[in-house]
C-alpha cells in the first residue's frame, strides 16, 4: 500500500512564497509521474502541475505558468512544488498525485493518477 503524504502548507501574505512536498511512504514509486491538483471550497479538484519520471517533461495549468515550479528528486523519493508571487486564489488544499499516464497530453488528467494524498492547506491573505 502507498500512501502520498504532503507537506509545507500554511498561510501566507498575497505576493509570498511557500514550497510544498510531498513523500510516498510504504513501497517505493518508481518511473511514474507525479502532479499537483489543488481544490478551492466549492469548486472541483483542477490541475496545476506534473512531470515525468525524470524530470525532463512539466507540465502546468495557465494559472501556474511563472510562478509556480515543479520538480522532484528521486534520490529523496519527494516532489515539489515551489510556489511564488501568491494570490488569493491560489487559496486551496494542494494534493499530489502520483500515475503512469501515456503522455504528457494525459497529465493534466485526474483519472490518470492512481495514487493520491490527503493534501494540504494553502491560504494566501491579502
Known amino acids: 500500500q502507498v500512501q502520498l503524504v504532503e507537506s509545507g502548507g500554511g498561510l501566507v501574505q498575497a505576493g509570498g512564497s511557500l514550497r510544498l512536498s510531498c513523500t510516498p511512504s510504504?513501497?517505493?514509486?518508481?518511473?511514474?509521474?507525479m502532479g499537483w491538483f489543488r481544490q478551492a471550497p466549492g469548486k472541483e479538484r483542477e490541475f496545476v502541475a506534473a512531470?515525468?519520471?525524470?524530470?525532463?517533461?512539466?507540465v502546468y495549468a495557465d494559472s501556474a505558468k511563472g510562478r509556480f515550479t515543479i520538480s522532484r528528486d528521486n534520490a529523496k523519493n519527494t516532489l515539489y512544488l515551489q510556489m511564488s508571487s501568491l494570490k488569493p486564489e491560489d487559496t486551496a488544499v494542494y494534493y499530489c498525485?502520483?500515475?503512469?499516464?501515456?503522455?504528457?497530453?494525459?497529465?493534466?488528467?485526474?483519472?490518470?493518477?492512481?495514487?493520491w494524498g490527503q493534501g494540504t492547506q494553502v491560504t494566501v491573505s491579502s
Open positions: 512531470i515525468s519520471w525524470k524530470g525532463g517533461i512539466t
Open positions: 498525485a502520483a500515475g503512469w499516464p501515456a503522455n504528457s497530453d494525459h497529465y493534466y488528467s485526474r483519472n490518470q493518477y492512481d495514487y
Open positions: 510504504g513501497r517505493t514509486l518508481s518511473k511514474n509521474v
